[in-house]
């Protein structure tokens, strides 16, 4: 099995997806050990002096003023983490864990935390053991860290609360952790503090919507085009010298994605043949570069900000390497935030392009000869009339999404944590607007392949061909008459889902950015 070492220094995108998805087993360095001992034994000095140091001898939050004599300081860590723990809802998804507590394992490493060794390895222990928290959809507000999912993964260390065991069944964390010989950790000064404060959850999220994104991106190059050529379209306004002089590298890419797809289409500029010929295609078709490319553009972006946190170390107090121990605002999920929000108008917008060609497909006063509804005998049977709702449900939602949780903050702990990033809820929503991307890219394939097929006498693309067959190897049906359809929406769901478009196109024109 894959192993991913943590060091001191961060870790990758591809680190994370391997552990949250792939249950990559973890190991921690010899750098990293020995960083985390010598931040320890600094924590141990200052704990022993009378000196109040904040998260080591004094409460927390609006609690902060209090010293905490020696003899409580242990309860004082346990306390944290079981009064923090107050999540509510839904579970969160087990990739989402696993990521939370890779990227929280990641932050203690690095030797700024004051984390013991051992509370460390046990981190990488439950990860190894597939023991998941049970965490909940609500208690973050992205600022302080992502406060009660991570309590909640810090209460299974200590063998308290809920998890998930490797064979999914959710039980007492105490009897999952004695089945695999893992001592349960007894917090000591600062550690609880440490497990608590980080943008982990958010971050993860983000990582694997940048990852998710990337393929949907390319994905809806390919559906673009197969509309553009199912319509009659031209491909000329996918010409590199068009692009050079606007140059935004998204843009420039998704028209070269394009341009491969079409590459052979007997079907493009077939307009110039028909007897009241076309000057420009619609918006939804000739400027389909141009909006994917600005989605791809964000994603560039939100990619910069999340290998900068990737290589954080996010924790309040930190200690630093001359052995000071300062406060810091390191935890305000603002910058994870913003980028979480911007996809999702980003996400939201391409699955609205989508949308419109869809409904160009389907409109026989826009379609340029194609039957109402792509059906196979209007009136009779309504084809794809209501896979056009569905999709529309879709981008309607998504716009709901799309509206910015960054720009809202509610005051908590008693006005002393007054501004708040709304990071987690960000996330939340992205992985809601990415699913439902999947869905509405999969009925605009399905609808383009289809009308595709109807343009009898017209010979496709070769990359359109492939997509074609694949999809119908796929189970996605082509042309004819009604029949129930969502399973044949579902089925194209989990073609595009899975990579099947573009793996299918791929052999054809090449690797697609």
């Not at 004051?114 to 507000?141: F, K, W």
């Not at 903050?409 to 006005?415: F, R």
Request: charged share 20%; with cysteine; net charge negative.
């Amino acid at each position: 099995m894959h192993t991913v070492v943590v060091g001191t220094s961060g870790t990758t995108a591809e680190d994370v997806i391997a552990v949250a998805r792939g249950n990559a087993r973890v190991e921690l360095s010899g750098e990293a050990l020995d960083a985390l001992a010598r931040a320890r034994a600094i924590v141990d000095a200052l704990a022993a002096k009378p000196e109040p140091v904040y998260g080591v001898s004094t409460g927390f939050g609006a609690l902060a003023s209090r010293h905490i004599s020696p003899e409580l300081r242990a309860q004082l860590q346990r306390n944290i983490v079981r009064s923090h723990a107050a999540g509510m809802g839904p579970r969160v998804e087990r990739e989402v864990v696993r990521a939370l507590m890779f990227l929280r394992l990641k932050t203690v490493a690095s030797g700024h935390t004051g984390v013991r060794p051992s509370v460390a390895q046990t981190m990488a222990d439950l990860l190894n053991a597939g023991i998941t928290p049970v965490v909940h959809e609500y208690g973050s507000l992205g600022c302080s860290g992502d406060l009660a999912p991570l309590s909640h993964c810090a209460l299974a260390l200590m063998g308290e609360g809920d998890a998930e065991g490797p064979d999914g069944t959710v039980r007492p964390a105490g009897e999952l952790l004695a089945e695999h010989g893992i001592e349960p950790v007894e917090l000591r000064e600062k550690e609880g503090l440490a497990l608590l404060n980080g943008t982990d959850g958010m971050l993860g999220m983000l990582v694997m919507a940048l990852a998710d994104l990337g393929k949907l991106y390319t994905s809806a190059d390919i559906t673009a085009a197969l509309t553009l050529e199912a319509l009659l379209g031209t491909e000329k306004v996918l010409q590199p010298e068009l692009h050079a002089i606007r140059p935004h590298p998204g843009q420039g890419a998704s028209a070269a994605n394009m341009a491969a797809v079409l590459k052979g289409s007997g079907l493009v500029r077939h307009y110039q043949e028909e007897t009241a010929p076309r000057v420009q295609d619609a918006y939804s078709v000739r400027c389909a570069p141009q909006v994917a490319g600005a989605g791809r553009d964000t994603m560039a972006h939100a990619a910069l900000v999340a290998s900068r946190e990737l290589a954080a170390a996010v924790d309040n107090p930190v200690v630093l390497p001359d052995g000071r121990v300062e406060s810091n605002g390191n935890f305000h999920g603002a910058p994870v935030a913003y980028v979480l929000d911007f996809l999702a108008i980003a996400a939201a917008d391409l699955g609205s392009i989508a949308e419109r060609r869809t409904d160009r497909l389907l409109d026989k006063n826009r379609s340029h000869g194609l039957p109402p509804f792509l059906a196979d005998d209007a009136g009779v049977d309504s084809g794809l009339m209501i896979a056009q709702y569905t999709q529309a449900a879709l981008v309607s939602e998504m716009k709901r999404l799309a509206v910015p949780a960054s720009a809202d903050s509610i005051p908590s702990s008693a006005m002393q944590e007054d501004h708040v990033s709304m990071g987690w809820s960000a996330a939340r929503k992205l992985r809601t607007a990415v699913d439902n991307l999947t869905r509405i890219i999969a009925i605009e394939m399905y609808a383009a392949t289809r009308a595709i097929e109807l343009r009898h006498g017209l010979t496709p693309a070769p990359a359109s061909r492939a997509a074609i067959e694949a999809a119908r190897a796929a189970g996605v049906q082509g042309p004819g008459p009604d029949r129930f359809l969502a399973p044949d929406l579902a089925a194209a769901d989990a073609f595009v889902r899975s990579g099947g478009l573009v793996a299918a196109v791929e052999p054809v024109t090449g690797p697609l950015a």
